[in-house]
């Protein structure tokens, strides 16, 4: 499946008693072979209403190209986000703008970019918003099973007056956790992190790659004992995003 292209927004409300709503700005995908995607781009966002919603029932999830919630399988050739999404309350707990696997399905990420930015505020840092569980906010997914090759976010992450409670939050120019067996390579974020106006005592994980490095096999010698080359983990990545504590 390839070239295509969203520039609409998708509305929905917040309703008891209903099905989770499972939004992406291009497509939902549940097949039943592994299967790939290439040449997407996306401009849409969403507009949700929250009202009577909480944390733990979470019925609207949204990302910004691709919503797997199958189990074979992903590949995402050249697909691109470029709209910003703003998360005003605490019933959004794990944020992907380009990608989100539901069952963390084994997917590769090649040749593509978010350059959208995220905004983790209530009326622009005005109004506190209190988490009631832990938090999850990545540059390109919080997914794991997730290899990134060429991959490049350029998207800013703002996260601002917020009380943590003692709930632990994760921020990641990229994502969240890089899996054992999975990969970052060639890649690099260029977004900037603000996080700024904090309360609680809940610890913040804040970095430019990725907050767990659960790969890597440098341990393993090759060939050559003197030179031992990496085939997983983080391979020439780069953060060039700013960290700041300060808003």
């Given amino acids: 499946f390839a070239k295509l292209y969203n520039n609409g927004t998708i509305n929905a409300g917040y309703q008891t008693d209903t099905s989770v709503i499972k939004a992406a700005g291009i497509g939902v995908s549940n097949t039943t072979a592994a299967v790939e995607y290439a040449l997407l781009f996306n401009h849409g966002g969403f507009v949700y209403d929250t009202t009577g919603a909480s944390y733990s ?21 050249r697909v691109y986000n470029y709209a910003d999404f703003t998360f005003s309350s605490n ?3 794990a944020i992907s703008p380009l990608y989100r696997s539901l069952n963390n399905s084994s997917t590769l990420i090649r040749y593509s970019a978010n350059f959208g930015d995220i905004y983790y505020w209530n009326n622009s840092g005005g109004t506190t918003i209190s988490l009631a569980t832990s938090l999850y906010i990545s540059g390109i997914t919080s997914s794991q099973n997730v290899s990134l090759q060429n991959v490049v976010n350029e998207g800013n992450i703002t996260f601002v007056n917020v009380n943590v409670g003692t709930n632990p939050v994760y921020i990641s120019g990229m994502t969240n ?16 992190i603000v996080f700024a106006s904090i309360s609680g005592s809940g610890n913040l994980y804040v970095a430019g790659v ?9 341990q393993n010698l090759g060939p050559s004992e003197t030179q031992p080359i990496a085939t997983i983990g983080i391979i020439n990545t780069i ?7 300060s808003y």
């Fill in 91 to 93: 019933y959004y707990t």
């Fill in 57 to 77: 029932n979470a019925l609207f999830q949204f990302t910004g190209t691709i919503f797997d919630i199958g189990t074979y399988d992903v590949t995402l050739s």
């Fill in 239 to 245: 953060n060039y995003g700013n960290i700041t504590t």
């Fill in 177 to 192: 956790q890089l899996s054992s067996g999975k990969v970052i390579k060639n890649s690099i974020n260029e977004g900037n």
């Fill in 210 to 218: 990725t907050n767990n490095n659960a790969s890597g096999d440098l």
